[in-house]
């Protein structure tokens, strides 16, 4: 099996663990974090390596590394490891769920997460360190830049662009042929119809409470 280094030790990390344990044919031998977090000597059994040694402990020849961070500060955190990791001459892995609609056509770079039930159409371009969770669609000829996050149960139509580090909320529509700036933030349920220009915010409001209770 090929090895694995996962950056992380926190929640997604453990999703991913998850993930790569049971649907891929990679091992992970170790987990990776920036030196000031790593306060215990090992995560899910396995070595738990500060950033600053593990190069000497497990060479780029032999290891690929996945980004597994959420998308805290609209992904900027992710961005910065990702390439950390890669000017220290890491390559990385991708996940492809195999429960995953993933026609041919398609055009992906790399430390991508792609999960079950979604479906993603023919000559769509995703480009590196972007995570599609699951039950996404995404339309066909549509381009997905950098370090982007989308969130389950997203929707995006034909021919749609979507900026470096954005993230879409859970059940977000982006309608055809629309296309969004860099680092942007669509909220859950939002309808999109129109461009957005870079760092642009579209929320839905919550849906307002009854003042009934559930006694009554």
């Known amino acids: 099996m090929k090895k694995l280094i996962l950056f992380g030790n926190g929640q997604i990390a453990e999703i991913f663990t998850n993930y790569f344990s049971l649907d891929s044919d990679y091992e992970i031998v170790a987990y990776c974090v920036d030196d000031v ?5 090992s995560f899910k059994e396995k070595p738990l390596i500060p950033l600053t040694k593990v190069k000497k402990l497990f ?22 490891k990702y390439n950390e990791l ?12 195999s429960k995953s609609n993933f026609v041919s056509n398609i055009k992906y770079g ?5 999960l079950e039930n979604l479906s993603i159409q023919p000559f769509v371009k995703i480009e ?13 000829h549509s381009h997905i830049k950098s370090h982007s996050w989308i969130t389950a149960g997203s929707n995006i139509g034909g021919n749609v662009k979507i900026g470096e580090k954005s ?12 296309h969004i700036g860099n680092n942007c933030f669509i909220g859950a349920n ?3 119809t129109s461009n957005l220009q870079n760092n642009s915010v579209c929320i839905v409001n919550d849906t307002k409470k009854f003042k009934l209770n559930t006694k009554d």
């Open 37 to 41: 977090f790593c306060k215990n000597k």
């Open 59 to 80: 060479s780029p020849k032999y290891f690929k590394f996945f980004v597994a961070l959420s998308y805290a500060d609209n992904n900027s955190n992710r961005k910065k």
């Open 86 to 97: 890669k000017k220290m001459g890491y390559k990385f892995a991708n996940f492809i769920s």
């Open 110 to 114: 790399e430390n991508i997460a792609i």
């Open 128 to 140: 590196n360190n972007i995570f599609i969770w699951s039950g996404s669609v995404i339309g066909h």
């Open 167 to 178: 993230f879409l909320g859970l059940n977000s529509t982006i309608g055809h042929m629309v």
């Open 190 to 192: 939002t309808l999109l």
